[in-house]
């Protein structure tokens, strides 16, 4: 299984940024996905989550910027950042809570991590 994560990059504050990232592999269900961030000398902390049935759990540091989706179809999680702020200049890493097998357990697998840069 691989969690492909893009969409980082470097944008000026006020701007936005949409993050993907696409799960792959030998999967049967995909239970909750999300976005965490760790920002240098920091703790990785959650930005966003969402269950297979659409509902969604936000930081405060982020309720009304962003806005996290997903596709079942396509086992893909996005995440829509507006009005960004320097302090949200981070390494962005996906998550998702599956299992490979009907039978299986569920278990914990992460994206390598897309850089976002809030600057000027």
């Known amino acids: 299984v691989q969690l492909q994560a893009s969409g980082g990059g470097l944008v000026q504050p006020g701007g936005s940024l949409r993050l993907s990232c696409a799960a792959s592999?030998?999967?049967?269900?995909?239970?909750?996905m999300g976005w965490y961030r760790q920002a240098p000398g920091k703790q990785r902390e959650l930005v966003a989550s969402?269950?297979?049935?659409?509902?969604?759990n936000y930081a405060d540091s982020v309720k009304g910027r962003v806005t996290i989706s997903r596709d079942n179809a396509k086992n893909t999680v996005y995440l829509q950042m507006n009005s960004l702020k320097p302090e949200d200049t981070a390494v962005y890493y996906c998550?998702?809570?599956?299992?490979?097998?009907?039978?299986?357990?569920?278990?914990?697998?992460w994206g390598q991590g897309t850089l976002v840069t809030v600057s000027s």
């Open positions: 998550k998702a809570d599956l299992r490979r097998s009907r039978f299986g357990a569920y278990g914990s697998y």
């Open positions: 592999g030998s999967i049967f269900s995909i239970n909750d």
């Open positions: 969402i269950t297979s049935g659409g509902s969604t």
